[in-house]
């Protein structure tokens, strides 16, 4: 099914400096932070802002519109906002409101970002598509609001997960204003995680392991950049130890490898998890003889990953503190973390 986009939605409302929020009444309630566009907001948890809202067109009917969201991690650990139970959007109309899950294609939608594991204040922008439950929408009801919401009631309960900060951890945008200067900054969160940091084709150590990336390449091979869906990090490991080893946290020979992140140009962070089981499965359960070198290439698909935002950076992460608090095993000099930047050479 073909869509274009014909129509921009333009602000009504433009504010220089400093804004004055319009609720959109209907959607806010107590639990709900108040935003504009263009306006971070924070919860303790996840940073969010609307950046645009356009119609989603199939030839010259309108089934809808879509919202092109910015995500950020603000915490210290890998998170997905499933993990803080994220509950559903909704798009407050002129004249009455659309549920991302009503229909299959919003649902469809919203998962991708529910399910994306993102780095601490790692990224993701995607668009969240709204379609009228016949796909037959009506242009002049435009957008006015956006409301996304969480179950904190549940996500209080499970007490290993980060919480919320604030008792108003939903947020809710007013379409018809727009932040600018000092109100469209980022609200608080975490800063970027501690890493060793190098470039392609350079070695990076942190005593139990040596590895480098030695290429970033296209998937599917060969495609065009906008039938592109992810990309392949060739990368080699070597066993710095005297002692056998494997990636895996279990076992007798544990090195607690947990995840893997590319970022690229736009901002957008996408892990390793993102493909079915994660870290390569020939490199997880991969026992290293002492000072044994292993080279595999790891897919990342998904996140809006396309042929035209490329890799610029390699995140790889490593669980120091169960690993450090183990007897008898190899322990990580910190950071153990490594960050290469793609964009050099060495």
């Known amino acids: 099914m073909m869509r274009s986009k014909w129509y921009r939605f333009s602000v009504v409302v433009a504010i220089v400096g400093c804004y004055t929020l319009t609720s959109s009444a209907g959607l806010t309630d107590t639990t709900s932070r108040e935003g ?12 969010v ?3 645009d809202v356009e119609p989603v067109m199939n030839g010259p009917q309108q089934e809808g519109w879509q919202v092109t969201e910015v995500w950020r991690n603000g915490t210290s650990r890998e998170l997905s906002p499933a993990d803080s139970v994220l509950k559903d959007q909704t798009l407050e109309l002129g004249n009455g409101a659309i549920t991302a899950s009503q229909t299959t294609g919003g649902n469809l939608s919203l998962q991708a970002v529910t ?9 993701l922008t995607y668009r969240q598509v709204f379609l009228a439950s016949n796909l037959i929408a009506d ?3 435009k957008p006015k609001g956006l409301l996304i919401t969480f179950n904190g009631t549940q996500l209080a309960q499970e007490t290993s997960k980060p919480q919320f900060t604030t008792s108003k951890y939903n947020f809710h945008f007013n379409l018809r204003c727009t932040a600018n200067g000092a109100a469209a900054n980022a609200e608080g969160g975490s800063n970027q995680v501690a890493a060793n940091e190098g470039c392609l084709n350079q070695w990076m ?5 040596r590895m480098r990336v030695t290429a970033f390449t296209a998937y599917p091979p060969d495609a065009q950049p906008q039938d592109q869906t992810g990309w392949n990090i060739t990368q080699t490991w070597v066993n710095s130890t005297a002692r056998k080893v494997q ?3 279990i076992g007798s020979m544990p090195t607690n490898v947990t995840d893997e992140f590319i970022a690229t140009q736009s901002g957008n962070n996408v892990s390793s998890a993102s493909v079915a089981g994660g870290l390569s499965m020939s490199f997880r359960f991969h026992v290293f003889q ?19 935002d490329k890799p610029v950076r390699v995140l790889v992460l490593f669980d120091t503190a169960t690993q450090n608090a183990l007897a008898g095993v190899p ?3 910190l950071p153990a973390n490594f960050r290469i930047n793609l964009t050099c050479t060495k």
Request: hydrophobic share 30%.
């Open 115 to 123: 399910n994306n594991n993102m780095a601490p204040s790692g990224q």
């Open 49 to 51: 802002k609307v950046t």
């Open 139 to 141: 242009p002049s009801n």
């Open 290 to 308: 002492p000072h044994e070198s292993y080279t595999f290439t790891q897919l990342f698909l998904g996140g809006g990953l396309n042929g035209s």
């Open 205 to 209: 150590s942190n005593s139990i392991w």
């Open 331 to 333: 322990h990580y000099h």
């Open 247 to 249: 990636p895996l946290g």
């Open 36 to 47: 504009c566009l263009n306006q971070w907001l924070f919860n303790g948890v996840w940073r």
